[in-house]
């Protein structure tokens, strides 16, 4: 009963004072707005960000062999550190916390062609995991590297998507033989497109994939590129770093603290960052957000000082027949919330409304799509119930206040 009376005053309230109230509850629109769609820009960004920097893996580590500096057992420094495919094997096996790994070949000036179609692609030689790890997803109707061809030395070959377009254009590849150098070699996958902004060697667009057996059968190659290794637990990778050292450090003869023996590009440590780095940035959005959002709750607190001031004789009868402090309060909050409540339905409308036509602009390989998340959502209805409680507490506290006798006088 006492939510519904609140309710017709403040109806009543919206048709005495309209433009007022029409201009308050618009501020707490256009604040919610504010922190809507700002919020849901970061949660785009961070997400596109994220995407673009794991078309080169997820959680993986890249490990080279370098050339040491240090002295150790008798050995001098300014060594060169060379891997074979047994180091790869093992790390595997002397570390538990990695997940997987690949060591690599890589074969750099031998021509590709398809006809009068040449070029000179990085030519790669792995295990089936690699793709895994690199998120090297195959087109339709073909498939990646597997543990057969591995085993039997096949002469199969998965292209990267800008090597197919150069050799075949758009005539189908799978099935389909090249040339590498003057080997055939049967096509059965081609690379589906994707964003990749960091590449080591080159972008994968730009290699072709074969067994590293067959690689090092055809063109005599024994030794690795680089290691390519995956942590059971991102958390974990500099420990796994670490213990990397020890295990290779006693194969190679090195000192383990002799980090210049080995460099290592650990895409965790981005990812840490990336972490971080978007959780200040989307705090700063919400904080740039939350100030237009406390200038409409200014708004509700001048209009409920006004209601305040109006209603003073109607608070005095109230409380001379026996209304407590309390109704006085509840019914003052009770309007506020109502205000901010409609202002923050119309916000959340409009914000979806923009949401889904920022997702039609030419933008979203640059800085994503804005999403509307559980998280968006909860942050700013958080926002909002703190604006609407200090817009209504205020004004309430002084209405709960007033002294009876003077509010009849």
Known sequence: MRNFVALQQFIQDLRTQRLRTILTVLGITWGTVAVVVLLAFGVGLEKQNRKNMHGMGDGIVVVWPGQTTKPYKGFPDGRPIRFREEDALLLATEISDIAEISPEFMQHGVPVRVGESVTQPGITGIYPVYGDMRNIIVEPGGRFINDL?????????????????????????????????????????????????????????????????????????????????????????????????????????FDPTDKDALAVWDTNDMDRFLKYFHLGFNIFMMIIGSFTMTVGGIGVANIMYVVVRERTPEIGIKRSVGARRFDILSQIFIETFMIVAFGAALGFGLSIFIIKGLAYLPIKDFVGTPEMSPLVAMTTMGLLAVIAFFAGYFPARKASRLDPVECLR
């Open 149 to 253: 061809d591995l085993k039997l030395r096949r002469r199969v070959v998965v292209l990267g998507d800008e090597i197919k377009r150069l050799l075949f254009a758009d005539q189908p590849a799978v099935g389909k033989q090249v040339l590498v150098g003057q080997t055939p070699f049967t096509v059965v996958g081609v690379m589906q497109k994707k964003i990749q902004n960091s590449s080591y060697n080159t972008r994968d667009q730009d290699r072709i994939f074969i067994p590293a057996s067959t690689l090092k059968s055809v063109f005599g190659q024994t030794y690795l590129s680089n290691i390519l290794y995956k942590p059971t637990d991102p958390d974990r990778s500099p420990q796994v770093r670490t213990a990397m050292y020890e295990v290779l450090g006693r194969k190679h003869k």
